[in-house]
């Protein structure tokens, strides 16, 4: 059944509402007066496919639910910018945003074209209680990131690059520009699938971690369809959950103890051992040499560059592993933040993380289901091309791509 204009201009009124935007703000947007947006509303002026399209892009949605028989009041955009009006206000976030949801939505339709099952490749969910307190919330993570590298078949080795790891269980990922304080969103949504973005202004083990902060929001948390991690709210309890998640994924405590041991480290500076025959025993005394078990700041530069991680998270990881008291951290954190830390990573030639983690895996994606699709002859090369101005990648590039890739035949 077609909608009529009215019932049209409701749900355009109800998706922008939603977004926390004003007719002047898509007046601006869509290059008309606020007087036409109006009239659009209310159903007396019809909107144009172009305009629609405009429209869906920016309320975050498909074009085709605003023509469907049911509409959804609110999507992932909206409960996220309702939630953080700071962002929604921000335009060059905003707009970041819209384009991941847009990517997002592109990769799901070409699934379906190529018949790609995506129930097949999803992410497991945790369901468990709410953790009640800090220490529920941090048995919590790590028992499920020792779960996750468990099933993910990771051992104690370091992980892979995340986007890519990420990909394979369904997850989205993108890296966007952020305010300081944020360092990850999650989104979760029945058209768009599950993605989560890191801040591209902070430093790429920063960016790793949180991305692995992300993934515990997917697992334990997806029912809230937009989570915003700040700073300021590391004290809540599904934060502190999502951070020893991402600790214990990135640096699995076996691993750990494996590289210090590599360095002659990690042991007691006094063992004692039995040896029991059935009739009795006989007892062994040892002694490390005095100062050869201390950990130092190239250990911790190492092991942070071997797990991709920060020198800060490395060392309140040996932490909690026991392996430093709190007044070797603060020593060592003390140096570090000195500038020791980054000085004696530049001599050894270790840098702070690896940069593979920034390599875009899901648009790498994108692309190759767009190059399937059209290769089938299931797009048109306009839209192969819609989908890489999404991606930036320019028209002359693209020709060269179908070039190489044998696809210059007569399409269209």
């Known amino acids: 059944m077609a909608v009529s204009a009215q019932e049209m201009g409701r749900r355009l009124r109800t998706a922008r509402e939603a977004c926390g935007m004003t007719q002047e703000d898509v007046a601006r947007r869509l290059g008309v007066s606020r007087p036409t947006v109006a009239q659009m509303e209310l159903g007396n002026r019809a909107v144009t496919t172009i ?102 078949g ?22 966007v520009d952020l305010p300081e304080e944020i360092s990850g969103i999650t989104i979760s949504n029945q058209s768009v699938g599950l993605f989560i973005v890191a801040n591209r ?5 920063r960016r790793r971690f949180s991305f692995a902060h992300e993934y515990a929001h997917v697992l334990f948390d997806r029912r809230m369809k937009g989570i915003v991690t700040r700073s300021s709210e590391r004290d809540d309890l599904i934060e ?11 640096m699995p405590p076996e691993g750990i103890r494996q590289f210090v041991a590599a360095l002659g480290k990690g042991q007691p500076s006094r063992a004692i051992a ?22 130092q700041l190239y250990d911790v530069v190492h092991l942070a560059h071997y797990f991709g991680v920060s020198r800060l998270a490395a060392l309140f990881r040996l932490r909690n592993l026991k392996l430093l008291t709190q007044a070797e951290l603060d020593e060592l954190k003390s140096a570090d933040e000195a500038g020791s830390g980054l000085e004696l990573g ?67």
């Open 51 to 152: 305009e629609l399209d405009k429209l869906a892009y920016l309320f975050g949605r498909d074009i085709r639910e605003f023509v469907a028989d049911t509409f959804e009041e609110e999507d992932a955009l909206a409960v996220l910018f309702r939630a953080e009006p700071e962002i929604a206000n921000h335009e060059d976030v905003a707009d970041s945003l819209r384009a991941c949801i847009a990517l997002g939505r592109e990769v799901t339709n070409l699934e379906g074209l190529l018949g790609i099952d995506r129930d097949l490749a999803g992410a497991v969910s945790y369901q468990i209680a709410a953790p009640r307190s800090r220490w529920e919330a941090i048995q919590q993570g790590e028992r499920a990131a020792e779960q996750e590298r468990r099933r993910l």
């Open 154 to 175: 990771l051992g104690w080795a370091p992980s892979p690059p995340l986007p890519e790891l990420l990909e394979t269980q369904g997850v989205r990922t993108g890296i």
């Open 201 to 205: 202004a902070h430093a790429a083990a």
């Open 240 to 250: 502190v959950r999502a951070n020893a998640f991402a600790a214990a994924f990135l």
């Open 274 to 295: 039995q040896v029991f025959d059935e009739a009795g025993a006989v007892q062994a005394e040892g002694r490390a040499a005095p100062g050869s078990q201390d950990i």
């Open 346 to 412: 530049r001599l050894l030639n270790l840098p702070d993380a690896d940069s593979s983690d920034d390599a875009d895996g899901f648009r790498h994606r994108v692309l190759g289901l767009s190059l399937e699709a059209y290769r089938r002859e299931l797009i048109t090369r306009a839209k192969l091309m819609e989908v890489a101005s999404l991606l930036s990648v320019q028209t002359d590039e693209m020709n060269e791509l179908l070039h190489r890739a044998g696809l210059t035949g007569d399409r269209h």
